[in-house]
């Protein structure tokens, strides 16, 4: 298993590949879309109870979309 250092490194990674394939930003829905598409499959293989949390986690991210837009912060 990761540590969450070595994982958070690999995002960062992706990020930088994501960015360096297009340096639009809003071409980088459709990545941030495949992401969360990707993980909900994965959410749901152990236990497809685990979609209400997911719905949760979804709900979370957008009240920190929010956040992050109003005060220019994560």
Do not use: C, V
């Not at 960062?12 to 930003?25: C, K, L, R």
């Not at 236990?47 to 957008?62: E, G, I, K, T, V």
């Amino acid at each position: 298993m990761r540590s969450e250092d070595e994982l958070r490194e690999l995002l960062t990674q992706a990020a930088d590949e994501i960015a360096t394939f297009s340096g639009n930003p809003r071409t980088w829905l459709a990545w941030i879309t495949y992401l969360l598409e990707q993980l909900e499959k994965h959410s749901m293989a152990p236990n497809p109870m685990y979609r209400d949390l997911y719905q949760d986690m979804l709900s979370a991210l957008q009240d920190s979309i929010r956040n992050r837009q109003k005060t220019g912060g994560w």
